[in-house]
């Protein structure tokens, strides 16, 4: 099991340098125009020069890269071009804004899946057929518009919820929960759609192997196989699905925090994209990255534990 | 397997092309998405030559016009652009958007997927590690961190979107190659002299086109949804007509002209749904039909049953008239076991002998209460100590199993859990049919490994089903089925899956607890050695009937039915250890087993 992780973990790391590395190469392209962005119009070709010298930008492509991966290893990512803020509490800061809607989100959507998605495989007939609507209307409607729907009805004709903005749990958890009430809504249709339809047609797999039957023959209940022994065999490829689903979230987030006006992570990396804040892009790469690389490992574990054959390969 | 076999398949590689297109062409979700998705498309690139209005014109004067303003059928936005115009040229946005998003997936997808799945060991896991690298890559994001380098194109965007989407069609096109490789005629194909790229060309690309050509409806709603997210977010070029940057600008607008807001998105939404939609369709008609819903443990009650004339001794389970069947595709029940009687007396051992799609056993699952889902009991009569088992609930069957009645499975493996250790999974069963206590119970499942042969039973009992042979698991498999000292064991060709020297190891082993415990035994067996050396009477069936029924030695002494003598015949001339009678080809019927 020890040498399982690590090898995950070692596969998660060379994924990161990976994606921060091909980032680094594509970015690179523009730096000139960064450079004549940051100059403004008063910049010449000397001072363009010039300043390319100073950020290093003239070195080699991988010495500069490996210049900025020691860096990153030590903690540090560097300040913004624009604003001089350190990266890397900047981009935390946003980070746990983000987070605190999506990891919501995501728990919510996964209980609500796994009663959806067992109930409709087990069920089967009428129930089935509803789990399956419920799941085919939440993947037909999009998210942007859904939102926008929910702050028309809740927010601006009931007043109940507001429209736009967030408040930290910790200074105001009531308005906390109000400000992130539509956006995560909005997250759990789109990812209980699609999960949910991942554990039944895991389920409906499972439940017809042998072993089902020889356990049912052996006068076990029905309850006592579906939760223990099938609902086990089924969650490893459904939480697979999962930290697909939270790579989703993380995108879709990006949007819904454009219509709610929300001082998250995808706001911050699209103001700093637009202006070419290589320093901030690199470092919101890096971190998120990161995140997926963890949550993986995270799947990672849980698969191991829940099937120990898992844990062999 | 032969040819004509493989060719008809009901798996969806292998359906015939026609039959898929007319059954798309009847299916009215597939003949309306289609239909509105080639309007919206058609509207994008016709539209524009048709309508002489320049989509990016600003016109302060017609800023917020109404719909049905002269020159504005729906009205202008903000900026005085003529709504119309602007849909039109956004449909012809969205259109580019899937076709290059998906045009890249699919080229790429499919070119590494048939080199992944059909080249060597290594190529596949390199190939394999590399996509699912890509799969991890947050995408949304990594196109709006790439803004400064796509310099706001959408077409360049959609590009490498689509090697982010490349993934799904690469997982499926490998699958689809590795498992069409295996098949036979690709073998033949080889052996007759075709190169690699001939075989991949004509047949691998012939079987996976069908699957693909699904994912790609999904995959051109995933590119058109996030162009028009990104192009909402405020990313590309303004002077590229949008539904994104429209949503975007009608919901800035919202309160004064929400119609502005409404007909983006009103045809967004219609276009990315009808390609769900389309997708699912597709998928459907592939496959046949929709899927059975599964409904389990609960098989319909008896429609008739039936009543018993005396007879002198009432046997252990007596079976009258029973009859299976299965729902067609034309919704009629049809039969596969018409009408069986069969008797087994307290103790002894009766062979129930048959080919592959006898039904022989359908008829011990029947007695089992463990018929797959959508099989129908239309009539007959199963009695154990002359209490009625047809029509009971799960919960009153359960009182019998594992305590009266007892199951050994055809295939051990698949019939241990692989998430439990061996162990705890009988100590699980046998818990749920006894008061034990779970000491008790953990004493008792080891006893019993050590009963049933298993020479360390404290190391077997933590072990994982995939880590213990076959022969061992079908020994802990019979632990468990006695566990509870039963009365009638149904034994479901216990050997068929075993070595040769482990089957007769197990024969001697079923003979010793049958002698031991006193139980029934109703072997279901297609092996005529089997009967003979461990059955006291046998029935043979044939196409879900009986047709002989008698003691062992009699039998095959003097067979009275044809299809019995057929059977000996065709197996004495062969040593009697290793008897494999001709098998029929497998119908459809014994695949629900």
């Known amino acids: ?313 | 397997m032969s040819a004509e076999q493989l060719l008809n398949d009901p798996d969806l590689s292998a359906t015939p092309r026609r039959s898929v297109l007319r059954r798309l062409a009847r299916d009215p979700q597939a003949i309306i998405t289609t239909t509105l998705i080639l309007i919206i498309v058609a509207a994008g690139f016709l539209g524009p030559i048709f309508l002489a209005v320049d989509p990016n014109q600003a016109d302060l004067r017609s800023a917020n016009a109404l719909p049905g303003t002269p020159g504005h059928p729906l009205g202008a936005d903000q900026s005085g652009r003529d709504i119309l115009a602007r849909l039109l040229a956004s449909a012809q946005t969205s259109a580019i958007s899937g076709l290059i998003g998906a045009g890249v997936a699919l080229v790429v997808g499919v070119t590494m997927g048939l080199i992944g799945g059909y080249f060597g060991r290594r190529t596949s896991a390199v190939t394999e590690w590399v996509f699912n690298l890509v799969m991890t890559f947050p995408g949304v994001l990594l196109l709006i961190v790439l803004t400064p380098v796509t310099g706001g194109d959408y077409r360049f965007t959609m590009l490498i979107f689509g090697f982010m989407l490349s993934p799904t069609i690469f997982r499926i096109t490998r699958n689809l190659v590795m498992g069409t490789k295996q098949e036979l005629f690709v073998d033949a194909a080889r052996v007759s002299g075709l190169s690699n790229t001939r075989i991949l060309g004509r047949h691998v690309l012939s079987a996976v086109r069908g699957p693909i050509i699904v994912a790609t409806a999904f995959l051109i709603g995933t590119a058109i949804a996030t162009q028009a997210g990104l192009a909402f977010l405020g990313i590309g070029s303004s002077a590229v007509p949008s539904f994104g940057s429209m949503v975007g600008e009608g919901f800035t607008n919202l309160t004064r002209r929400p119609l502005q807001f409404l007909w983006p998105s009103l045809v967004l939404g219609i276009l990315t749904a009808s390609l769900v939609l389309l997708g699912n369709a597709l998928r459907d008609a592939l496959e046949g039909l929709r899927t059975v819903p599964p409904r389990r443990g609960r098989t319909e009650s008896p429609a008739e049953p039936v009543s018993m004339g005396e007879e002198d001794e009432a046997p252990l389970l007596r079976i009258r008239h029973l009859a299976i069947g299965y729902p067609s595709t034309t919704g009629e029940i049809e039969e596969v076991v018409h009408g069986v009687d069969l008797d087994v007396r307290a103790g002894e051992i009766l062979g129930l002998v048959g080919e592959s799609g006898s039904g022989k056993t359908q008829t011990a699952f029947a007695v089992l209460g463990l018929l797959p889902p959508e099989a129908v009991i239309t009539r007959g009569s199963v009695q154990l100590n002359g209490r009625e088992l047809l029509g009971l609930s799960g919960e009153e069957l359960r009182t019998y199993r594992g305590k009266t009645i007892a199951y050994i499975p055809q295939e051990p493996m698949s019939n241990l859990d692989p998430s439990y250790r061996v162990g705890s999974q009988l100590v699980e069963s046998l818990r749920a049919t006894s008061t034990l206590s779970n000491r008790e119970a953990k004493e008792r499942v080891l006893a019993l490994l050590a009963r049933v042969g298993i020479p360390d039973p404290q190391r077997v009992f933590r072990m994982y089903p995939f880590e213990i042979s076959g022969g061992m698991a079908q020994r802990v498999l019979i632990a468990g089925a006695v566990a509870s000292r039963p009365a009638l064991l149904i034994a479901d060709e216990p050997t068929t899956a075993l070595d040769v020297t482990v089957q007769a190891e197990i024969l001697d082993l079923l003979r010793d607890l049958q002698a031991e415990l006193g139980m029934a035994v109703l072997l279901v067996t297609h092996n005529f050695g089997v009967v003979a050396d461990l059955c006291e009477s046998m029935a043979v069936m044939q196409k879900g009937r009986i047709v002989e029924t008698g003691k062992v030695r009699q039998t095959f002494a003097e067979p009275q039915a044809d299809y019995t003598r057929t059977l000996l015949d065709s197996i004495l001339d062969e040593d009697t250890v290793r008897t494999d009678p001709p098998v029929a080809p497998r119908d459809h019927k014994e695949v629900a087993r």
Do not use: C
């Not at chain 1, 105001?172 to 699609?194: E, H, K, M, N, Q």
């Not at chain 1, 039957?213 to 490829?237: F, Y």
């Not at chain 1, 689903?245 to 819904?256: D, H, N, P, S, Y």
């Open chain 1, 1 to 313: 099991m020890a040498a399982y992780i690590l090898r995950r973990f070692v596969a998660g790391i060379v994924l990161a340098v990976l994606v921060t590395f091909i980032t680094y190469l594509l970015l690179a392209t523009t730096f000139d125009s960064v450079v004549r962005a940051l100059l403004g119009p008063a910049g010449t070709d000397e001072t363009v020069a010039a300043k390319t010298t100073q950020l290093g930008w003239d070195r080699p492509i991988l010495v500069q890269y490996g210049d900025w991966l020691l860096h990153a290893v030590q903690g540090d990512l560097g300040r913004s071009l624009f604003t001089s803020e350190p990266v890397i509490p900047a981009v935390s800061q946003r980070l746990s804004v983000t987070l605190s809607i999506v990891l919501v989100a995501l728990v919510l959507s996964v209980l609500l899946s796994i009663v959806l998605g067992v109930t409709a495989a087990v069920r089967g007939g009428i129930v089935d057929r509803l789990a399956q609507g419920i799941s085919l209307v939440g993947m037909l409607i999009p998210g942007l518009l859904l939102s926008i729907g929910l702050v028309l009805v809740f927010a601006i004709t009931l007043k109940v919820l507001p429209a736009t903005g967030y408040t930290a749990p910790g200074d105001d958890f009531g308005r906390y929960l109000a400000a992130i009430t539509i956006p995560v809504f909005v997250l759990v249709v789109a990812g209980t759609a699609s999960m949910s339809a991942q554990v039944r047609g895991a389920m409906i797999g499972e439940l017809r192997k042998d072993y089902v039957r020889t356990l049912e023959a052996r006068g076990l209940s029905r309850r006592a196989i579906i939760l223990k022994h099938v609902l086990r065999n089924a969650a490893a490829p459904a939480v697979t699905v999962l930290g697909f689903e939270f790579i989703t979230m993380l995108g879709g987030a990006i949007f819904i925090e454009k219509v709610f006006a929300l001082p998250g992570y995808g706001t911050f990396s699209l103001n700093s994209a637009l202006r070419g804040d290589v320093p901030v892009i690199l470092g919101i790469t890096a971190f998120s990255v990161m995140l997926v690389v963890f949550v993986n490992l995270l799947v990672d574990l849980a698969i191991g534990w829940l099937t120990p054959k898992a844990r062999m390969l």
